[in-house]
């Protein structure tokens, strides 16, 4: 605790000196990062300063923020050093991180970011821009062409969104007659790497078609999976940060103890940092491991964000330490979930879903069910309707999933179960809300399953009747009570 006799600025006691870089030998730049928010800085970050601590090599890092100065703000007066503070049910353990050279908001200077990416010494091009980032439609993995950054990107050299960053400085390095960068995409999205480089020709064609040829001839877009629970801070935590370590850092990022990135070994011209020698999976295919984890993790994770939150719990850890919640997701795992998957080589999925469960449950994370109900209709279809689909095509029952799916329906409609309104943060919100509020009963679930963004018509027609009952017992039960009539 900070003792109550320090003056305070912002939360902060000023008179502990603020963060600040050591005076070390600095490694060039060579990876450029689109979407600096907390889960690059407490993932990829650190095993890109680690490998270079390893093994050498210039890769340091210019982060981009694609929208807000926010983190820019608050690291450019501490050398873009940060701390980053690993929770585990034991204690805290924090580091500094050294790795960003610099930090960019495209929004502010749009040249500069298309200058940095088109600079040969760049050679990677990272991106955690979340699922909308990418402006793809989630029912088919296309480009949205009707996206107004996708429109305005296909016209103007000066682009808005992340594919429109990348088509352009890609043409800029075909003009210069350079190699292309590496596109690594650290979100988790279905086929990650596959459907990056679907957008990036799209947009790429959309420009000029002999761009598009070079880009599919000569880009690479490997797929990764990446795993870390790193919820948003809050100030308290910034406090408590500067308690421990006796320095003021205007932007630390909290993270649990697990991490795992498994990445398809494809780079351009094989150029990249020592990943292997800093724990990361190299492999050829991704796929499998992806799949284990947006379906046990991030799947379950969304189940519990919409009917936890309706519930009224706060956090992940508060949801499963409610044993009604305990063993939905342990029954969504055994019953629902793993029957449809092909795990990874070697394997061993049940003690990755006891894993799995110790880290929901640690209590030194507070990651809020609010936080991950966000964005679902960008999240839905990789995280369960896959598994959904494939439970109908078996026959296998999924009356877990299809809860967690009137979850969601009931969670968009605005309006918790104690009649207060809930802050619905979706590219969607607006069109959800709508489609929701021109219905009555189990209606509202209908709209919904109409909404072709998210559901094809074959899905539609293969979910209904279980997503309408399961929404109909949460009419009648609550979240909790449907929650525990299943279990
Ligand atoms: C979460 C993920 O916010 C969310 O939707 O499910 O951020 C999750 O914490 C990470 O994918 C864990 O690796």
Redesign the pocket.
């Known amino acids: 605790m900070v003792p109550c006799s320090m003056s305070m600025v912002d939360g902060l006691p000023t008179n502990l000196p603020r963060l600040s870089r050591p005076n070390t030998p600095r490694p060039g730049v060579g990876m450029v990062h689109l979407g600096l928010g907390a889960?690059f800085r407490a993932h990829g970050a650190l095993y890109v300063a680690e490998a270079m601590a390893a093994s050498g090599g210039d890769w340091g890092i210019v982060g981009v923020s694609l929208q807000s100065p926010a983190t820019r703000d608050a690291l450019a007066p501490q050398s873009f050093a940060y701390t980053a503070l690993e929770r585990g049910p034991e204690g805290t353990r924090a580091q500094v991180v050294n790795v960003i050279e610099d930090c960019l908001v495209s929004r502010e200077n749009p040249e500069r970011v298309l200058a940095l990416m088109s600079d040969p010494k760049v050679r990677i091009v990272t991106l955690t821009v979340t699922e909308k980032g990418y402006c793809y439609e989630p029912s088919t993995g296309h480009l949205n062409v009707d996206h107004p950054d996708i429109i305005h990107d296909s016209r103007s050299a000066v682009p808005y969104s992340a594919p429109g960053f990348l088509v352009r400085a890609l043409a800029a390095r075909r003009r210069a007659g350079l190699r292309p960068f590496t596109v690594l995409t650290c979100d988790?999205l279905p086929e990650n790497g596959r459907l990056v480089r679907g957008v990036v020709l799209q947009l790429a064609r959309m420009i000029d078609p002999g761009l598009a040829d070079w880009i599919a001839l000569e880009g690479r877009f490997p797929a990764t999976m990446?795993?870390?629970?790193?919820p948003a801070i809050k100030p308290k935590e910034i406090e408590d940060a500067a308690s421990l370590t006796g320095y003021r850092d205007a932007a630390p990022v909290v993270h649990e103890p697990f991490r795992q990135w498994v990445v398809e070994d494809d780079f351009v011209d094989g150029l990249r940092p020592d990943l292997g020698a800093v724990g990361v999976t190299l492999v050829d295919d991704v796929t499998p491991y992806e799949q284990m984890k947006l379906r046990c993790?991030?799947g379950t994770?969304?189940a519990l964000a919409y009917l936890g939150y309706l519930a009224g719990h706060e956090t992940i850890a508060d949801t499963v330490a409610d044993p009604v919640f305990a063993r939905y997701v342990n029954q969504l795992w055994t019953h629902e979930i793993i029957p449809a998957l092909t795990p990874p080589p070697g394997a061993d999925i049940l003690a990755y879903t006891e894993a799995l469960f110790a880290r929901y449950a640690n209590p030194a994370i507070q990651?809020r069910t609010w936080?991950?109900a966000m964005d679902g209709s960008q999240?839905l279809p990789q995280r369960i309707l896959g598994t959904l689909w494939q439970n109908y095509t078996t026959g296998r029952p999924a009356p877990g999933l299809n809860l967690a799916v009137a979850g969601w329906m009931r969670y968009v409609g605005g309006i918790d179960e104690t009649g207060h309104p809930i802050q619905v943060k979706d590219p969607l919100a607006v069109y959800l809300r709508e489609q929701s509020d021109l219905a009555v009963g189990v209606d509202k679930a209908r709209r919904l399953l109409a909404v072709r963004e998210i559901f094809s018509e074959d899905l539609t027609r293969a979910l209904e009747p279980g997503i309408c009952a399961a929404y109909e017992r949460l009419m009648t039960l609550g979240a909790r009570g449907a929650v525990e009539e299943l279990s």
């Open positions: 889960f988790n990446v795993d870390r629970i790193v993790l991030n994770h969304s990651h936080q991950i999240k």
